[in-house]
């Protein structure tokens, strides 16, 4: 019985019990994140509660300084970090592939070209150049990763241009050029699709990277700001009762670690489900 491609890397990935694992994780994570809260009974906009209450029935988490539920916080906090880091993703990947593709197809000017403003994004700091731009436009959310999208694509377009160089020099790229493909039709029909599993195993790191340093840029107040909120903000606003509260900065920590690590295994199992040379059982 012969399995296509696509059959051999989702069995390689059904049996990576690591990933397996996570993927249910942060499934029911996501699920529970977005479809739980309106049953429970909390608002963020409820704040009758007094001001730092303990952990009870009514409030899991206890409540903030100004009686909001840490909860609920925490559950909307976990909804803008995804998007975050999705709209993240989905700008790096788009511009890192289109990038790294060009250059490694087209090599000589154009690969010199893209090369060197390669290097000159990698040099710039990314957390100093995100936290000037993000202050000087804002910081809903989505502006957050939008700038985020402009500072994270270098390593997708260093790995897909090794990738590109590779693939340039093959049989079918060579025949596709001699019969007149234009460069568009070779890039999206022949070179992109080939290189989906780096693409695809890219973007995950991509995105667990993204949640990451929004939490980072958030926590010292250069990030999401209110009326938005992000784990890395309700950290922000907790983080001086962890010696006498800690519950306050746990629970948004403990949802930032939950995300980040379940995003790297399901990143580890897709790496070696698309590997060619895997032979794990």
Avoid at 82 to 103: E, K, N
Avoid at 162 to 172: C, D, G, I, V
Avoid at 224 to 229: A, L, M, Y
Wanted: no cysteine; glycine share 8%; net charge positive.
């Amino acid at each position: 019985m012969f399995l296509s491609q696509g059959q051999l890397v989702l069995r390689r990935f059904l049996r990576h019990r690591a990933a397996m694992t996570s993927l249910t994780i942060f499934v029911l994570f996501v699920l529970f994140v977005y479809l739980a809260p309106p049953f429970l009974g909390y608002s963020l906009t409820d704040l009758s509660a007094g001001s730092y209450e303990d952990p009870s029935s009514a409030h899991v988490f206890g409540t903030d300084q100004v009686g909001a539920d840490v909860f609920s916080l925490v559950m909307k906090g976990s909804q803008f970090s995804l998007q975050i880091g999705l709209l993240t993703t989905a700008i790096a990947t788009v511009i890192g592939v289109l990038m790294g593709t060009l250059a490694g197809y087209l090599r000589r000017g154009a690969d010199t070209a893209i090369s060197r403003v390669t290097d000159l994004f990698l040099v710039v700091p990314l957390q100093a150049a995100a936290a000037v731009l993000i202050n000087g436009v804002g910081g809903s959310w989505w502006l957050v990763g939008l700038v985020l999208g402009f500072f994270l694509w270098m390593p997708i377009a260093r790995v897909t241009r090794a990738e590109s160089l590779s693939l340039s020099q093959r049989e079918f790229v060579e025949a596709a050029r001699a019969s007149g493909a234009t460069t568009w039709r070779i890039v999206s029909r022949h070179l992109v699709p080939n290189m989906v599993g780096t693409i695809v195993v890219n973007a995950t790191l991509t995105l667990s990277l993204a949640v990451l340093t929004e939490a980072a840029l958030s926590f010292i107040g250069l990030g999401v700001r209110i009326p938005d909120t992000s784990l890395g903000l309700v950290l922000n606003q907790n983080y001086t009762q962890l010696a006498t509260r800690p519950w306050l900065f746990w629970a948004p920590f403990v949802a930032i670690v939950l995300i980040s690590l379940t995003i790297n295994f399901i990143g580890d199992g897709l790496r070696d489900a698309f590997d060619p040379r895997q032979t794990r059982r």
